[in-house]
């Protein structure tokens, strides 16, 4: 059966910006797929989905794979019947120094940050409709931008999440299907906990215009803008919510 609604694909979405993006999704009456590797995260995003009146089911998958992103979607048209928006955010960082990058570093990056988007873009477009078209967004990063020691595997992969978003656009609009991106800075969340200090924030905020760290929230409603239908001629962008750190001289 069709669904009465349009429906998405989140991966990552058991915690942080994820889950803050399928909330927000779902508040705008949207259906929202929930993907994250733990089930328990899952469970609880789909239940604080449901509680605030919303509508969400769990997918469970390794979207790291081919044949987990496949059956992640497969997922979404079994459950409704449709797939209208994609948004990759699934990723696993690690930062090392260039003498101690480590090939299976290299490897599970790239599996979970960069194939494993090549493969959703994939699977996504293939079952989103020509008639109704499609949105896809991809969380890349501020690092693909310009970046700091220790990250030049993330800001790698985040400049190469960028230059696919562009190349999907391309290919993918005559069927209608837009393809984006948002790029954070720095956002405190479960992930990244491991990876900030109190003075590593404090030397953001300072060069940051907006005098602030962003949020969950505020990177979910950047995504939500370029998923939902106020961005409709907009495709092969990279929208910065960085808060400005990207421009400001320091």
Same mark, same amino acid.
Request: charged share 20%; glycine share 12%.
């Given at each position: 059966?069709?669904?009465?609604?349009?429906?998405?694909? !989140?991966?990552?979405?058991?915690?942080? !910006?994820?889950?803050?993006?399928?909330?927000?999704?779902? %508040?705008?009456?949207?259906?929202?797929?929930? *993907?994250?590797?733990?089930?328990e995260f899952v469970t609880e995003a789909v239940?604080?989905?449901?509680?605030?009146?919303?509508?969400? /089911?769990?997918?469970?998958? *390794?979207?790291?794979?081919?044949?987990?992103?496949?059956?992640?979607? $497969?997922?979404?048209? %079994?459950?409704?019947?449709?797939? $209208?928006?994609?948004? =990759? =955010? #699934?990723?696993?960082?690690?930062?090392?120094?260039?003498?101690?990058? #480590? +090939?299976?570093?290299?490897?599970?990056?790239?599996?979970?940050? /960069? *194939?494993?988007?090549?493969?959703?873009?994939?699977?996504?477009?293939?079952?989103? $409709? $020509?008639?109704?078209?499609?949105?896809?967004?991809?969380?890349? &990063?501020?690092?693909? /931008?310009?970046?700091?020691? =220790?990250?030049? @595997?993330?800001?790698?992969?985040?400049?190469?999440?960028?230059?696919?978003?562009?190349?999907? #656009?391309?290919?993918?609009?005559?069927?209608?299907?837009?393809? *984006?991106?948002?790029?954070? &800075?720095?956002?405190?969340?479960?992930?990244?906990?491991?990876?900030? &200090? %109190?003075?590593?924030?404090?030397?953001?905020?300072? =060069?940051? +215009?907006?005098?602030?760290?962003?949020?969950?929230?505020? !990177?979910?409603? #950047?995504? @939500?803008?370029?998923?939902?239908?106020? &961005?409709?001629?907009?495709?092969?962008?990279?929208?910065?919510?960085?808060?400005?750190?990207?421009?400001? !001289?320091?």
């Open positions: 059966m069709l669904a009465d609604a349009k429906t998405a694909l !989140i991966t990552g979405a058991g915690h942080g !910006i994820g889950r803050a993006t399928a909330k927000h999704l779902a %508040a705008r009456g949207w259906i929202v797929g929930v *993907n994250d590797l733990r089930a239940a604080e989905i449901a509680q605030a009146g919303g509508r969400a /089911f769990p997918v469970v998958q *390794n979207v790291a794979t081919r044949e987990g992103v496949q059956a992640a979607v $497969d997922a979404v048209m %079994a459950q409704t019947g449709r797939l $209208d928006g994609l948004v =990759n =955010n #699934a990723a696993w960082v690690r930062y090392q120094a260039i003498p101690d990058i #480590a +090939p299976e570093t290299v490897d599970r990056m790239l599996q979970i940050g /960069f *194939n494993g988007i090549i493969w959703a873009i994939q699977s996504a477009a293939a079952v989103m $409709d $020509d008639a109704r078209g499609g949105t896809i967004v991809n969380v890349a &990063s501020a690092a693909g /931008f310009r970046s700091a020691p =220790n990250s030049l @595997v993330y800001s790698g992969i985040k400049a190469g999440v960028m230059g696919m978003t562009r190349a999907a #656009a391309v290919e993918l609009g005559p069927r209608g299907i837009r393809v *984006n991106a948002v790029a954070p &800075s720095a956002v405190p969340t479960e992930g990244t906990a491991k990876h900030r &200090s %109190a003075e590593r924030d404090a030397r953001r905020i300072a =060069n940051t +215009p907006m005098g602030r760290l962003g949020t969950v929230d505020d !990177i979910a409603r #950047a995504i @939500v803008y370029l998923l939902d239908g106020e &961005s409709d001629f907009v495709t092969g962008q990279v929208l910065s919510a960085d808060g400005g750190i990207g421009i400001a !001289i320091t």
